[in-house]
């Protein structure tokens, strides 16, 4: 297991080599003079040439790369062409943002995708099993955008059970200690704040969470009707046990390395795809960050938010990898 771990990190080095020289190529292919978008439309061809100079943008492509690639060896994500700020520091609180929604939609989907394909398993064809599959198929097919502004007008503007938008109440900002507002609200003791927070928090995962909860509740109910239909799970009921302990400890447990895939996939995808939800609930997440970044040719800062994101994907692939043989005694990895 050790040394699968180990053999798997040292593939990730080729990977987002890769990965950041392809992205390199891409984001130069956008048109647009950074210096021209800094200065204005209005500025002089002596103040773009010179702003060009300082920026480093007037040196050949594969010098730009290696002092780019330089920076990454030693952990320096660069500075922002905006901002001017260290990206390895501005950078995190808008990752911590996508985390914490991401998470939170993550755990919502799971919850209610997982139970919802296991309950139309266990009683299949029945009414439940039709409400919950056109649920899912709904829940594939409904436009986020849409949901998120429906969800807006429903609970936040007609029954006002909900804040509109953004992460905490500008009259009372969190003080951040993390950047993961409901775990400093905790730490710091103010639980009304952390109330504050999950409110916040409610309309965007719930939006972000309805995909990936439609495709889990499709895949554990797709996987538990074959467990539920083999020789074991005949002699359990033939026992005598209850079905909840034949659907829940035998069943689940045979079933869940396909569900296990998903939620993998779409945890990552949820971290990198999360900007239609940021951008309709105003959440400052890396995916706002990385979008502003593009309209402003801001290149670090779209270079490095793509390796963090492609990092944290391939880092969860690898825990689902190593909890398929913690699930599964019989899956080794030599």
Known sequence: ??????????????????????????????????????????????????????????????????????????????????????????????????????????????????????????????????????????????????????????????????????????????????????????????????WDVVKHLVLPSFALATIPMAIIARITRSTMLEVMRSDFIRTARAKGLRMFWVVYKHSLKNAIIPVLTVIGLQTGLLLGGAILTETIFSWPGIGRYIYDAINYRDYPVIQSGILIIALIFVMINLVVDLLYAAIDPRIKYQ
């Open 1 to 194: 297991m050790l040394a699968y771990t180990f053999r798997r990190l040292f593939m990730l080095v080729p990977v987002l080599f890769g990965l950041s020289l392809i992205v390199f190529f891409m984001i130069r292919a956008i048109p647009g003079d950074p210096a021209q978008i800094i200065l204005g439309q209005l500025a002089t061809k002596e103040a773009i040439a010179q702003l060009t100079r300082e920026l480093g943008l007037d040196q050949p492509w594969y010098t730009q790369y290696f002092h780019y690639l330089g920076g990454l060896l030693t952990g320096d994500l660069g500075e922002s062409l905006k901002t001017k700020a260290a990206i390895s520091e501005e950078i995190w609180p808008y990752l911590a943002a996508t985390m914490e929604l991401s998470f939170c939609a993550m755990f919502i989907a799971i919850v209610i995708g997982v139970n919802a394909g296991i309950i139309s398993a266990w009683f299949q064809n029945s009414w439940f099993d039709y409400v919950a599959m056109v649920f899912a198929l709904v829940g594939v097919s409904m436009p986020i955008f849409w949901l998120g502004l429906m969800e807006q007008w429903v609970f936040a503007i007609n029954l006002e059970w909900l804040p509109t938008s953004g992460r905490e109440n500008v009259r009372n900002p969190v003080e951040a200690i993390t950047h993961l507002y409901v775990i400093d609200t905790l730490l710091q003791g103010k639980f009304e704040q952390t």
